[in-house]
């Protein structure tokens, strides 16, 4: 029985963070144009699309922070929310974009604390990562201001070695040998049916981030 498991490391010693710390903002809620402009759709995260409520024309809210092309706001009953980062602005009368820059790189929201998991069966798991040491960066790479992921499969053993690893989004500039090399050191708990250990296939992101 095969398993199919993403992980996702981003570079400890290169690390940017998507979504960067900032000072509460306060902003107003801008609406499209025309004499009866629909409410704005509001969200619980990026990686789940389907909006749980809606913000009036005007309305204030705080903005906690940016992630991406979404701002992070705090509404009126304290709960934390995203918007886009066009529903927002500095005056109320006129748009003025909030004051909180994008990320360098490509935008790659963080959606592994909404992956779908099975129901367990006991003794039964995926695998677990025991042992990630994080990749370097490549010389090239780092010379060119390279960013983004390296995407790759293989196969967990019974003995908790990854096999067969092979790359299936690539960036060049010496970073896909960078993350496969690693990669290869990694060491898992096999994936396990009725306790008994099985190979298991599994996808890995590595993220490259040059610190700023």
């Not at 389907?50 to 705090?74: K, M, T, Y």
């Not at 003794?123 to 983004?148: F, Q």
Request: with cysteine; charged share 20%; proline share 11%.
């Amino acid at each position: 029985m095969g398993i199919v498991l993403v992980l996702r490391l981003t570079t400890a010693t290169d690390q940017a963070a998507s979504q960067q710390p900032h000072e509460t903002r306060h902003g107003y809620v801008q609406c499209g144009m025309g004499k009866h402009p629909s409410p704005v759709p509001i969200f619980e995260h990026p990686c789940k699309p389907q909006p749980v409520g809606e913000l009036r024309c005007g309305e204030s809210v705080d903005v906690v922070s940016r992630d991406g092309p979404w701002l992070n706001i705090r509404t009126a009953n304290g709960s934390e929310r995203y918007v886009g980062v066009t529903s927002v602005s500095q005056s109320k009368k006129n748009f003025l974009p909030m004051d909180l820059p994008a990320p360098s790189g490509p935008y790659i929201p963080d959606c592994s604390a909404f992956w779908q998991q099975p129901p367990a069966q006991p003794g039964t798991h995926r695998p677990i990562v025991l042992y990630h040491p994080d990749p370097d960066y490549s010389d090239e790479a780092r010379r060119d201001s390279i960013e983004g992921t390296v995407v790759m499969s293989l196969t967990v053993g019974t003995d908790g070695i990854p096999h067969d690893v092979v790359v299936t989004k690539s960036l060049g500039h010496g970073l896909d040998e960078m993350a496969v090399a690693t990669v290869k050191q990694w060491r898992f708990d096999p994936a396990a049916e009725d306790s008994k250990p099985i190979p298991a296939l599994i996808k890995v992101h590595v993220d490259f981030r040059l610190r700023k």
